[in-house]
């Protein structure tokens, strides 16, 4: 989910958030957030690839990644050495992100080999960030570390993570990715610059769903279902459309009769 070599943003919502977060220049520190399937995770890779795109001279102020050049060819294949992406384990298959593991181990503080996955953040993974950021940059356009979703860091990653923004690495960005920021201390909210991705217009959502290969009918459905969220409509579509549709409709029908016999 980043750009390629045609230029285009792997969402088409995206570009007025995107366009918002070039309008702040180089941060230390952003926090993308909104509900969750509307695209955060995907704005957070862009941004990402577009720091480290070398198709302009490094004094250029960050732009639109080309997609095409060394930088943006190896951060499509996960394997951007100056890239970090920090997930939870659980999370790394159904995003499709499995580059991270190798920076995490080079730092020597996360390992991959858990019996279970785990579900959150921990302050292992923070670590392994403040190691990355510590080192110098291998192709010279500084780095980049992701962390999706914030929220799930526990306290003590919270607390490790704090210190990292208030004396932030130089030539090092930090892209923190919520769903619930309210979930974050305040203390790192107030350190991050702040972007609020909503779901696009229920045409345009619409569109882009029937493009992905939902039938028009099956799009108006789900689309209602997820408060005209996009990301979480293509979901229940993946998820075998028929089958959540005849699911929730005898749901809401039962609780109708339900109210009805009180």
Known sequence: ??????????????????????????????????PE????????????????CEAAPPSDRIRRPCGTCAS?????????????VVLPDALRDALGWHGSDSALD??????TSRAKPSKDIRVDDIRA????????SARGRGKVVVVHPAERMNSIASNALLKT?????????????????ARLPATIRSRCQRIDLRPPDLTSARAWLIAQGAASGVADEVLLLSDGNPGAALAMTKADATHVLDTLIQDMADAAAGRGSL
């Open 1 to 34: 989910a980043v750009v390629g070599a045609d230029g285009q943003l792997p969402l088409p919502w995206l570009e007025a958030p995107f366009l918002q977060a070039l309008s702040l220049g180089t941060s230390h520190a952003l926090l993308l957030f909104g």
């Open 37 to 52: 399937g509307v695209g955060q995770f995907e704005l957070a890779l862009v941004l990402a690839q577009a720091q480290l």
């Open 72 to 84: 943006c060819r190896l951060f499509a294949a996960q394997t951007h050495p100056d890239a970090m």
């Open 106 to 111: 080079e730092a020597g503080t996360a390992s």
């Open 129 to 136: 960030i403040i190691a990355f950021a510590q080192s110098s």
């Open 165 to 181: 923004l208030e004396e932030p690495a130089a030539n090092t960005a930090l892209i923190l990715v919520a769903d619930d920021p």
